[in-house]
């Protein structure tokens, strides 16, 4: 079974600090997905990455950046948190350009 | 519990009934379509998926019909059970050109089973 798993399940973190939310995958897939998903709103795309070192904007990348140094290893960070971060991330990995994609559990994030 | 099923639409159906739930897509171009399921304190699982050249799918107590036409996408739980109980996404690949795809994700309906 392809495995995602997320470094927190749950985060609190205070408004300015520097965020690291972690994603591992361990079948080898090439894509590499970070969203976040708030109540009303759905899931919405932060970043995405389809090969180490390769990283693209997604719908909402503003306040966010990610780091792709390893296959199995997507990272996103928040430079400077604020409150409107506060939310459910979730990472996601897919072998075939974005098809089936597969989920890790999430992070919730609050900034306070 | 986690929140997303808030501010959602919600079907209650009773256990053993059958659900339908609906979804609108939004571009004619996609050629790809994903139910997922998100249980509390879940990430998304990967229902069933269906490609544009084909009218219905199944797979085992789900099926997944596509309504092109319309731009409409339904997926059907037969004997439905407590354990269905979960938020239900619809997600449509946008053709995006370059190495990867572009899931796009309906907001999203909440299922209740009532036992």
């Known amino acids: 079974d392809v495995k995602v798993t997320q470094s927190s399940r749950y985060l609190v973190k205070r408004t300015g600090e520097k965020v690291f939310l972690e994603c591992v995958q361990d079948m080898d897939h090439e894509n590499m997905f970070w969203y976040r998903q708030d109540p009303g709103l759905g899931l919405r795309l932060i970043y995405f990455s389809y090969d180490v070192k390769m990283k693209e904007k997604g719908d909402i990348p503003e306040g966010y950046s990610v780091s792709r140094e390893k296959k199995e290893r997507f990272s996103l960070i928040l430079e400077s948190a604020s409150t409107n971060q506060t939310s459910m991330y979730l990472c996601?990995?897919?072998?075939?350009?974005?098809?089936?994609?597969?989920f890790g559990p999430g992070t919730r994030l609050t900034v306070t | 519990g986690e929140s997303v099923g808030l501010h959602l639409p919600t079907l209650s159906v009773q256990e053993g009934d059958n659900s339908i739930i609906n979804c609108a897509y939004s571009n004619s171009a996609s050629d790809y379509f994903i139910w997922y399921k998100q249980e509390s304190g879940k990430g998304p699982q990967f229902i069933i998926d269906i490609r544009s050249n084909m009218d219905k799918r199944q797979g085992q107590r789900v099926t997944v019909l596509l309504n092109k036409t319309v731009k409409h996408l339904s997926l059907q739980i037969a004997a439905t059970q407590p354990g269905d109980s979960a938020v239900y996404f619809c997600?449509?690949?946008?053709?995006?050109?370059?190495?990867?795809?572009?899931?796009?994700f309906g907001t999203g309906t909440l299922l209740a089973v009532q036992p």
């Open positions: 997600a449509e690949i946008h053709p995006y050109g370059g190495a990867t795809n572009k899931l796009i």
């Open positions: 996601a990995s897919s072998f075939d350009r974005g098809y089936e994609q597969y």
